[in-house]
């Protein structure tokens, strides 16, 4: 790596800015232009975006289109042209880092079929990390960190290569374990789910700005602040990596309506209580921390009802007592049940409806408090 230049200062602490460009990318388009598709165009029977993204200076040109399966008078699909600017200021990190990303889990999606997007996008000064095929529409996110700040390290596995981005200035020497605990849970989830994903590199971003203070799995890339280095060494066995690792299948993968962290969240850190009992390290201490917590609750919420991960009580309800209590069944049913839902359904979005109409042996557990 080039040796690191002055670090922009310029930053913007409004982290609500950051977490929304993808809704700004897709819905503040201005539409120039409207065309009706030929017949021969119409083979597109979803909402589909492409979109060309360019920096000049401080500011993020986007041109492109986006179809919109019929129109209601005309019975066709529409193609709608887009040309628009974004000041980079408001999605800059301190380091010079540009993050536009989604934000939770919102999935625009037609009765579980993604809308997709397609995005290319020019920067030769930064390392791009974004999407720049078909992907859903949700998922153009996009990461560029400045070449002259930040530095690659490439693990290669025989699964996908590992490529570790963190601030060059930043010489801590970082133990083999923190890279091995990305690398074998990504093997340990591949044959829990029976699928490796992609060989494409796998991202892992390490944000130096101290006041970036997030911690997101999004696909192919796990996002977070230099913060979530020093929780690793405070508690490296049953640390938040697994946790992330495991939403590249489930809420990378397959997708659960907005908001439902029963689904998304409670689900997801079980399975992680998989990897780490079978790697034999890490389990017991994690479910005594599980249960420690249940006993900080004031009260008992029904993990069915939560909608928000407000409130102390809501996060160890969900976070905590719902997977410890998932344990306690029979865990080779669970994990069969989970497995079944995500080979059936992997690449759309699921409802709790379906859910449960699928998972019939999780009702219990899901109406449980
Ligand atoms: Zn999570």
């Known amino acids: ?52 993204l360019r920096i000049e200076g401080d500011t993020l040109r986007v041109s492109g289109f986006y179809l919109i399966p019929y129109e209601t008078y005309t019975r066709q699909p529409i193609k709608v042209d887009t040309a628009y600017s974004l000041p980079l200021a408001d999605y800059r990190t301190a380091d010079g880092a540009i993050v536009l990303r989604r934000e939770g889990n919102w999935y625009p999606h037609r009765n579980g079929e993604l809308l997709t997007a397609q995005v290319h996008i020019e920067a030769d000064d930064y390392y791009i990390l974004g999407g720049t095929e078909w992907l859903p529409s949700f998922d153009i996110h996009l990461v560029l960190l400045p070449k002259d700040q930040y530095a690659c390290k490439v693990i290669d596995t025989p699964t996908r290569p590992f490529y570790f981005y963190r601030l060059a200035s930043d010489t801590t020497q970082y133990p083999e374990a923190y890279y091995r605990e990305f690398v074998d849970s990504y093997n340990f989830y591949c044959s829990f789910f029976g699928d490796s994903l992609s060989s494409k590199p796998m991202n892992i971003v390490e944000i130096g700005d101290p006041q970036f203070v997030m911690c997101q799995s999004l696909r192919d890339m796990i996002i977070f602040g230099h913060y979530f280095y020093d929780v690793y060494t405070m508690i490296p066995d049953f640390s938040w990596i697994p946790h992330e690792v495991a939403h590249q299948w489930w809420g990378d993968g397959i997708f659960f309506e907005y908001r439902d962290y029963a689904l998304s969240e409670s689900l997801n850190e079980y399975i992680k209580l998989q990897y780490l009992k079978s790697r034999g390290r890490g389990y017991e201490e994690q479910m005594e921390y599980y249960k420690a917590m249940m006993e900080r609750a004031e009260k008992s919420l029904p993990i069915a009802d939560i909608h928000s991960v407000e409130s102390q009580d809501e996060s160890i309800a969900i976070y905590h007592a719902a997977p410890y209590r998932l344990t306690l069944e029979n865990t080779t049913t669970v994990n069969t049940t989970l ?31």
């Not at 460009?21 to 598709?37: C, G, P």
């Not at 080979?343 to 449980?368: A, G, I, N, P």
């Open 1 to 52: 790596m080039s040796a690191v230049s002055k670090i922009d200062t310029q930053r913007n602490n409004d982290m609500k800015k950051i977490n929304t460009l993808l809704l700004f990318v897709l819905s503040m388009s201005v539409a120039s232009a409207q065309d009706t598709l030929t017949p021969a165009q119409m083979i597109v029977d979803h909402r589909q975006y492409s979109l060309n």
């Open 339 to 369: 497995q079944q839902l995500y080979s059936k359904y992997k690449h759309t979005v699921v409802s709790r409806d379906m859910f449960l109409k699928e998972c019939k042996t999780l009702q219990d557990w899901l109406k449980s408090k």
